[in-house]
């Protein structure tokens, strides 16, 4: 019957034809639904979901099943190339082999590019691209030093470029006075990055966050004013030019720019073996315990993070002594222009749009500013502005910078979804997982949500009709709709359970409910009375309509 | 052969009762028979049906098995409607001359086929 039809619906008492129906011959009544549809409509979910389950994140290939557990190992040690898992798939039961960790894969094909990148730059760009190739690796250098500084060691330190710069400037003199040979510079630049880096770690014991980046800062524009008024340094021309390279004068221009530009290649990977060595062992998870703002509680737990601090900061003013060193070498000089405040914002604008605390952040950072502001030179100061927009817009919308998206959007989906869940589960007498979980017996969840749907199912069939149809014959043969309700009704746990007490032998009627305890009186539910019999039964009958009802 | 065999059917009072119990009911799913239910069962032949329809279902599957209807799939895969004998080793007989293409037509018939029979047309 359909649902238009649902009001016009008449239900035939079948003891009519037996002449036992008593009052209730036929009554207007409604159709009754499918019980299903209410269990199919509280099992399916109410936000579209995705008809291929969970996306593939893993790269998954075939594996001959006797080479699962092989692997490629760095020698002579037993760590993996690669963190593969070995299994076996569920379904089709074939074996395969699962990458866990896809970072080594990216980081090999991306130094590869820039390693192969010389051979494939437009020959009009050539001599721009390669100048600011070599650039690039010394900067992206000195930034993964620059964020083991602020990204592992917490410790934030502006003075950065002020020990690169003042190795590059005592090697230059060096070698420009006494003829300190190229590859002695860098050797150099460590001592004197060590001293360097000695002088400003004390304080840094002593001060935190703003205070210490005040200091650098200071620290930072008293060698540039140092530098550019001494004339040993050369206050007059600007820098000092002319220490020993080993980029030789006499190779064609292109050589000494492939040069160059593999030189400061090398630089970087160094910088990154550095960076691995430091962040990926134990000074790295040392400090890792030990947060800002959370110091006290590792400290307590017997983690000796000032210490690791301090050594991850020398150790790093020694790398960026020797990239001050090497970049005499390969420059033949250095500028002022190291010691300026724009070369310490550049250096933040890099370390803040790439993510500070991660090496590739440092990279992506130093290869999207060295692009703007080296190849892109016809555009004028308009570049300033877009690696400000870049900062900015870096700042503002990501939590860790560009490489912190994928982080950032896998928390913000983690978020979504236990909305869509918390969205999509209803209590309503229905046990949620996390109870459900504590509970031993089963079959008392099972009948929980039996009686939640039953309910849920039952209110629907609630209607004027069927309460008239309980008035006028309260017992014997009902409609459908009646029947199941009554049924319901009936096979309700004892405790609270509905019973008429007769006062006199001939009524009136009280409603009481019993306690369902034994030994325990039924309780008296209100003091209305019912004249006969059959209005009592009414009562109960509404007075349980209106439990399921608010149920 | 003995005496008892040869004797006529006598109807114990079980019979009796269930003749008139019949009876009864037949008159009853007369008063509620409709094009209504009918059109309900020729969209649905199985699931949640409407009272009426579920009251003339459930005395359809009651009837005696020499009263019963059942299916034969056909070597082309059609279907005919066929009735049990009721007695032990006497094969079925074909109902009629109908073929349905499917199952679902099949079913509808043969309750078309009770419903002939309640109704004696």
């Not at chain 1, 360097?196 to 770690?201: L, T, V």
């Not at chain 1, 021309?237 to 000494?256: C, H, I, K, R």
């Not at chain 1, 039952?458 to 008035?471: C, F, N, Q, R, W």
């Not at chain 2, 239910?37 to 009837?63: F, M, V």
Request: proline share 4%.
């Amino acid at each position: 019957m359909s649902g238009s039809k649902q009001n016009d619906y008449v239900w035939f008492n079948p003891l009519t034809v037996w002449g036992t129906a008593t009052g209730n011959e036929k009554a207007p009544s409604i159709c009754v639904p499918d019980p299903q549809h209410v269990w199919d409509e509280s099992r399916g979910y109410k936000v579209p979901t995705s008809k291929v389950g969970r996306f593939k994140h893993y790269i998954i290939w075939p594996n001959h099943g006797g080479r699962t557990w092989n692997r490629l190992r760095w020698w002579p040690t037993r760590r993996n190339l690669l963190h593969i898992k070995g299994q076996y798939n569920r379904r089709t039961l074939a074996a395969e082999k699962k990458i866990m960790d896809r970072r080594p894969v990216y980081w090999a094909l991306c130094l590869l590019i820039i390693a192969l990148g010389p051979f494939f730059f437009p020959a009009s760009m050539m001599n721009t691209l390669m100048t600011a190739g070599a650039i690039f690796g010394i900067f992206a250098a000195i930034n993964v030093c620059w964020t083991l500084v602020i990204g592992t060691a917490s410790i934030f330190s502006l003075a950065t470029y002020a020990v690169v710069g003042t190795a590059g400037f005592i090697t230059s003199w060096l070698s420009i006075q006494y003829g300190v040979p190229w590859y002695l510079l860098p050797i150099i630049g460590s001592g004197v990055g060590l001293l360097f880096g000695a002088a400003i770690a004390i304080p840094a014991l002593r001060l935190d966050g703003f205070y210490y980046a005040l200091l650098t800062l200071g620290l930072n524009e008293l060698c540039r004013v140092f530098f550019t008024t001494s004339q040993e340094f050369g206050a007059s021309s600007g820098g000092l030019y002319g220490a020993s390279t080993f980029v030789n004068d006499n190779w064609e221009p292109m050589t000494q720019s492939m040069v160059a530009y593999y030189a400061s290649f090398g630089l970087l990977v160094a910088a990154l073996f550095l960076f691995r060595l430091i962040n990926g062992k134990r000074l790295g998870r040392i400090l890792r315990m030990a947060p800002e703002k959370r110091e006290a509680f590792a400290a307590a737990c017997g983690v000796d993070y000032k210490r690791a601090r301090v050594t991850i900061f020398i150790v790093t003013s020694i790398a960026l002594g020797f990239i001050g060193g090497f970049y005499s070498a390969q420059y033949r000089g250095i500028a002022f222009s190291i010691f300026g405040f724009e070369t310490v914002l550049l250096g933040l604008a890099m370390l803040a749009i790439g993510g500070i605390g991660k090496a590739e952040g440092a990279i992506l950072g130093t290869l999207i500013v060295v692009f703007l502001d080296q190849v892109l030179l016809e555009l004028g100061p308009i570049r300033n502005i877009m690696i400000g927009v870049l900062m900015l817009s870096a700042v503002l919308f990501l939590n860790n910078g560009y490489f912190g998206i994928k982080q950032q959007f896998n928390a913000w989906r983690d978020k979504k979804r236990g909305e869509w869940r918390s969205s999509r589960s209803e209590k309503g007498g229905e046990a949620l997982p996390e109870e459900a979980t504590e509970i031993a017996d089963k079959d008392e969840l099972f009948f929980r949500r039996f009686d939640k749907l039953q309910r849920d199912y039952l209110k629907g069939l609630v209607t004027p009709e069927i309460i008239d149809e309980h008035k006028t014959q309260p017992l014997g043969q009902h409609s459908e709709a009646l029947e199941r309700v009554l049924l319901y009704f009936r096979r309700a746990r004892m405790e609270d359970k509905y019973a008429l007490h007769r006062a006199g032998p001939e009524g009136p009627y009280k409603i009481i409910a019993f306690s369902g305890q034994r030994g325990v009186s039924p309780r008296l539910v209100d003091d209305r009375e019912y004249g006969t019999l059959d209005e009592a039964y009414h009562g109960v009958f509404m007075r349980r309509i209106h439990d399921l009802m608010e149920s | 052969m003995t005496k008892k065999d040869t004797s006529p059917p006598v109807l114990n009072a079980d019979d009796h009762v269930r003749n008139n119990f019949d009876a009864m009911t037949r008159k009853y799913l007369l008063t509620v028979l409709s094009d209504e239910i009918i059109e309900e069962h020729r969209q649905e032949q199985s699931g949640h049906h409407s009272e009426p329809l579920t009251r003339l279902l459930a005395w359809c599957h009651r009837r005696p098995p020499g009263e019963q209807y059942s299916l034969r799939q056909e070597a082309d895969c059609s279907y005919r409607i066929i009735r049990m004998s009721g007695r032990r080793g006497r094969s079925p007989t074909y109902v009629g001359g109908k073929v349905f293409n499917t199952i679902d037509d099949a079913r509808h018939g043969v309750l078309l086929q009770h419903i002939k029979d309640l109704t004696g047309g």
